[in-house]
């Protein structure tokens, strides 16, 4: 069973409450007593979720000729989501406990207490309702009338919009199978039982890409994606020690795949799902040729056949795989006596690359360090920390939010023209000259 928010392990508290403290995750509606499962992304948290977001769009489209984007819109069409069977099939069983009232996912209470006996609140023997099914689209109105003909949804995953806009990227862009079509964007799930943080919430992002290819090229391409998506982790320095393969098994796999393999990532509350690659055979454009009335096959003009394409599909959350990169990256340790928390995000996924620091609030400092913060700006968000407290203080605040380095200005500058770059993981500190300054640092960002 995930556990609920509140009973997370010591780890995860301090890592919430890290969020909190350091301006990277907010409880939404938090001065009207929150809302639950959904969060709101502070200043550091969207730099952050950003750069994940960005480091997934460069490798899955940017650094390649055979992916290109989409942005599709959050409401649709309703036969959307008949033609792929989200409004007939997209549930989970839900079971109350009649004596203190909390709700469950019972595939989750199976999975891990192997049966429906106890509840797994209130300890309560024979308290569980029988399973029923609950859709967990949101439902909304379209114009002013709430009557059925107007009913739309949420988009609860990104997906359908690219199958739906196949024809028009592929004549658009003149491509030629195989190829891909990648996006970003929200999506909505009404989960019975969210928490653990953002790793389970009603409100989400996806980064989803799915891939069109010849029937007979099935597996070369599922092979070829689990490994391009279990790369791209390492390459953002995820610890492998943390991640694990789950093939799913007949009794898991979803109504349109033929195989599918989830990569997991140990998070303090344990080993859980941050991505999914599905074979989903020809399942999506062959629904939606058949509801839509409209030919979605292709035709190889090189080959001269006419075929409905196969999908491989790489879909992940943004929320959850930065979750996961802030619980790689947290670590405590002591340093002369006292306790040092540092994140040790990659570079390029810190959400703040240079902090400059003048030793001083004195005026004569000001000026050269306010021109070094200039010449470091082009480095990506920079931070001009004149915030109280002294240096060493300043270089812990800049530690816990994961800043790579920090530059000092001090008097000695005034004469030298030379600053001191102290590294977040070394802790060691070099004098450099101003003048060199942004290039020393810009191939240690690269
Ligand atoms: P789960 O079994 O955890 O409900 P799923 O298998 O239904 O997830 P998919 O439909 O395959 O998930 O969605 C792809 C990805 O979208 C997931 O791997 C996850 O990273 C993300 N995701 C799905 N549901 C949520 C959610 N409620 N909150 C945050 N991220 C989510």
Redesign the pocket.
Known sequence: MEKQQGATSDRMQDIISLCKRRGFIFPNSEIYGGLNAVFDYGPLGVELKNNVKRAWWDAMTRMRDDVVGLDGGILMARRIWQASGHEEVFTDPMVDCTNCKKRFRADHVIEDYGSLDVCPNCGMKGTLTEPRQFNLMFKTYMGPVEEDAALIYLRP?TAQSIYVNFQNVQTSMRKRLPFGIAQIGK?F?N?IS?GNF?????E?E?M?MQYFIPPEEEEKWFDYWRGQRWQWYLDLGMNEAHMQWHPHDAKELAHYARAAV?VYYEFPFGF?????I?DRTNWDLRRHTEYSGKDLSYFDDIEKRRYIPYIIET???A???TLAFLCDAYHEEVVEDEKRVVLRLNKRLAPIKVAVMPLSRKTELAGLAHSVHDQVRPLGLTQYDDTGGSIGRRYRRQDEIGTPFCVTVDFDSLNDNQVTIRDRDTMEQRRVPIAELRSILAADLA
């Open positions: 995953e999506a799930r989960e969210p953002t790793y389970r919430t009603r989400f996806q989803e989830d859980k799902e941050i991505e999914g599905h879909s992940v959350g929320d959850r795989s």
